[in-house]
């Protein structure tokens, strides 16, 4: 089955300054990797997703890039305010096949943007 | 207002004693699920469902049940909770095979 493995686990920037959130996956035949945030006490929330045959996207100050032949994807936040702080997860899926109900998470990683 | 209600929030209960969450969504989904939460493991699936009927084992599906008799509604059962199953539950929805999510609110469960 699909792994993914998430870096780094805690990430603490300074207000304005650029963070980067790291993910490897080990199925190839995945293709959608969504990014979720999860404020305190709250549900997760899709703040951006990337499917296999698009390398970047972005959206306002939050960008996903991806590199299929390494396997890997990532998540910039850029000029991060204090409200960026939360727990950020990314995940992994095949959108055919037998099993496309699986979504496979990333273990988190708890962003703290310091004023 | 589309959303994913479950419910309890909270439950407290005693070793081996059944208990269901419930979960249900008006967004009118095809694709249900359950996930666990635990600090430092991030979101384990445990249980999808396809439709009506359809169901399949997550990553994580030992100790767990469930159901999907009607579109809307996808209940979470323990017949035996035990310590180990105390967590952070959250059902999920979506319309098209597993994209783009919807998260319920969660539920504490704590298993003494």
């Given at each position: 089955?699909?792994?993914?493995e998430?870096?780094?686990?805690t990430?603490s920037?300074?207000?304005g300054?650029?963070?980067?959130?790291?993910?490897t996956?080990?199925d190839?035949?995945s293709?959608?990797?969504p990014?979720y945030?999860?404020?305190?006490?709250?549900r997760?929330?899709l703040?951006?997703?990337i499917?296999?045959?698009?390398?970047?996207k972005?959206?306002?100050r939050?960008a996903?890039?991806?590199?299929k032949?390494a396997?890997?994807f990532?998540?910039?936040?850029t000029?991060?305010q204090?409200?960026?702080?939360?727990?950020?997860?990314?995940a992994a899926?095949?959108?055919?096949g037998?099993?496309?109900g699986?979504?496979?998470?990333?273990q988190?990683t708890?962003?703290?943007?310091h004023? | 207002?589309a959303q994913?209600t479950q419910?309890?929030?909270?439950?407290?209960t005693?070793?081996g004693k059944?208990?269901?969450v419930t979960?249900?969504?008006n967004?009118n989904?095809e694709?249900?699920?359950w996930y666990?939460q635990?600090?430092?493991?991030?979101?384990?699936?445990?249980?999808?469902s396809?439709n009506?009927?359809?169901?399949d084992?997550g990553d994580?599906?030992?100790?767990?049940?469930?159901s999907r008799k009607?579109?809307r509604n996808?209940?979470?059962?323990l017949?035996?909770?035990?310590p180990n199953?105390?967590?952070?539950?959250?059902?999920a929805?979506?319309?098209?095979?597993g994209?783009?999510?919807?998260?319920g609110?969660?539920?504490?469960?704590?298993v003494?």
């Amino acid at each position: 089955g699909e792994n993914v493995e998430q870096h780094p686990s805690t990430l603490s920037v300074q207000e304005g300054d650029s963070a980067v959130i790291k993910c490897t996956y080990s199925d190839s035949a995945s293709n959608y990797f969504p990014w979720y945030k999860q404020e305190l006490g709250k549900r997760p929330q899709l703040i951006i997703d990337i499917r296999s045959n698009v390398g970047e996207k972005k959206d306002q100050r939050i960008a996903v890039t991806l590199n299929k032949t390494a396997k890997h994807f990532s998540l910039h936040i850029t000029e991060t305010q204090p409200e960026d702080s939360a727990v950020y997860f990314c995940a992994a899926k095949r959108t055919g096949g037998t099993s496309y109900g699986k979504l496979t998470f990333g273990q988190g990683t708890i962003l703290t943007v310091h004023p | 207002e589309a959303q994913v209600t479950q419910n309890p929030r909270y439950l407290i209960t005693v070793t081996g004693k059944k208990l269901t969450v419930t979960c249900s969504q008006n967004m009118n989904h095809e694709y249900m699920s359950w996930y666990r939460q635990d600090p430092g493991l991030g979101l384990r699936q445990i249980y999808y469902s396809m439709n009506v009927e359809v169901t399949d084992k997550g990553d994580v599906p030992e100790g767990y049940k469930v159901s999907r008799k009607e579109k809307r509604n996808f209940p979470l059962i323990l017949e035996s909770p035990s310590p180990n199953q105390t967590s952070l539950y959250f059902c999920a929805s979506s319309l098209y095979r597993g994209v783009g999510y919807t998260f319920g609110s969660g539920t504490r469960l704590t298993v003494v």
